[in-house]
């Protein structure tokens, strides 16, 4: 339950920053240049309210892998006590799957539910055995690590939900990048025309003003590319090792721990930051 809990809030979190950044990239590059600009005493209840959407789609997404009825998607496998020895490791339905039939002989079905194969396992070894002491293997808690499970394999039933949800990140991911490309130009047009409001009667452009300007709009563009690129270097290559262990052309496992761990964290810790400098800046800039 303590991993399952991990899992949970560190899920919540990191879809909670991406979706976010991910709206706030869209708000602010629709409304820039508007007299609808972000300012805090400016929010409507219609942007708040897209804030409270945005925590119920984390928190859904975070929750749906542990929903009882849905088990059989989420449930990788059982670890068994080491006295059962029919069952080494982390069992999966197929491994439970033929042991049962030469047990019983009669299991028509090609499929069973980890609700079906948990009672018949308890027919097996009640006689004997007494009560046998298992562990599911849940969503969260795979390779040894509480995150949400990225790798997976074609037979992975759970398949569907995480490829749903990388989709999304990628969606994210360029929507973010193509809102701060739209940022960058329009701040670079604002420039221009403040560049040519200041000329005086005798046509001379206020040199001081002008430097201050474009170091200003240097250290802007600096940061924009800053939060593409470390969404880029963090993102996409792990997308790639995601989809390559999926279609089984490498056992990309090993990689689990260090690449949800080290790179989706430091990406989670490194936007926010740079991204706050980004508002700050461009808040100050639209102002003058």
């Given at each position: 339950?303590?991993?399952?809990?991990?899992?949970?809030?560190?899920?919540?979190?990191?879809?909670?920053?991406?979706?976010?950044?991910?709206?706030?990239?869209?708000?602010?590059?629709?409304?820039?240049?508007?007299?609808?600009?972000i300012v805090p005493e400016n929010l409507s209840w219609k942007y708040l309210s897209g804030f409270?959407?945005?925590?119920?789609?984390?928190?859904?997404?975070?929750?749906?892998?542990?929903?009882?009825?849905?088990?059989?998607?989420?449930?990788?496998?059982?670890?068994?006590?080491?006295?059962?020895?029919?069952?080494?490791?982390?069992?999966?339905?197929?491994?439970?799957?033929?042991?049962?039939?030469?047990?019983?002989?009669?299991?028509?079905?090609?499929?069973?539910?980890?609700?079906?194969?948990?009672?018949?396992?308890?027919?097996?070894?009640?006689?004997?055995?007494?009560?046998?002491?298992?562990?599911?293997?849940?969503?969260?808690?795979?390779?040894?690590?509480?995150?949400?499970?990225?790798?997976?394999?074609?037979?992975?039933?759970?398949?569907?939900?995480?490829?749903?949800?990388?989709?999304?990140?990628?969606?994210?991911?360029?929507?973010?990048?193509?809102?701060?490309?739209?940022?960058?130009?329009?701040?670079?047009?604002?420039?221009?025309?403040?560049?040519?409001?200041?000329?005086?009667?005798?046509?001379?452009?206020?040199?001081?003003?002008?430097?201050?300007?474009?170091?200003?709009?240097?250290?802007?563009?600096?940061?924009?590319?800053?939060?593409?690129?470390?969404?880029?270097?963090?993102?996409?290559?792990?997308?790639?090792?995601?989809?390559?262990?999926?279609?089984?052309?490498?056992?990309?496992?090993?990689?689990?721990?260090?690449?949800?761990?080290?790179?989706?964290?430091?990406?989670?810790?490194?936007?926010?930051?740079?991204?706050?400098?980004?508002?700050?800046?461009?808040?100050?800039?639209?102002?003058?």
């Open positions: 339950r303590s991993c399952a809990g991990i899992g949970v809030m560190m899920t919540f979190g990191s879809s909670l920053s991406l979706f976010s950044m991910t709206y706030l990239s869209l708000f602010r590059a629709i409304t820039l240049g508007t007299s609808r600009l409270g959407m945005i925590i119920m789609v984390a928190i859904t997404i975070a929750l749906i892998p542990l929903i009882p009825v849905l088990e059989n998607f989420f449930v990788n496998g059982i670890y068994y006590d080491k006295s059962i020895r029919i069952f080494m490791g982390s069992a999966k339905k197929d491994d439970h799957l033929s042991v049962l039939k030469a047990y019983f002989g009669n299991i028509a079905k090609d499929e069973l539910s980890w609700s079906e194969i948990g009672r018949l396992t308890n027919l097996m070894f009640t006689d004997d055995y007494g009560q046998v002491e298992r562990k599911k293997i849940p969503f969260y808690g795979n390779e040894g690590v509480c995150l949400f499970k990225y790798f997976v394999k074609t037979d992975d039933p759970q398949k569907l939900f995480v490829w749903l949800n990388i989709t999304i990140d990628i969606l994210c991911f360029f929507i973010i990048s193509i809102c701060y490309i739209k940022i960058n130009t329009t701040a670079r047009k604002s420039r221009s025309k403040a560049g040519q409001s200041m000329r005086g009667a005798a046509g001379k452009l206020d040199n001081l003003v002008k430097r201050k300007r474009n170091k200003s709009l240097d250290r802007l563009q600096r940061n924009v590319a800053m939060i593409i690129l470390t969404d880029f270097m963090c993102w996409i290559p792990f997308f790639v090792i995601c989809a390559l262990h999926t279609f089984e052309i490498i056992d990309a496992s090993f990689l689990y721990s260090y690449s949800s761990i080290l790179i989706l964290s430091i990406n989670s810790i490194v936007n926010p930051l740079v991204y706050d400098e980004v508002v700050s800046k461009l808040k100050n800039k639209m102002k003058q």
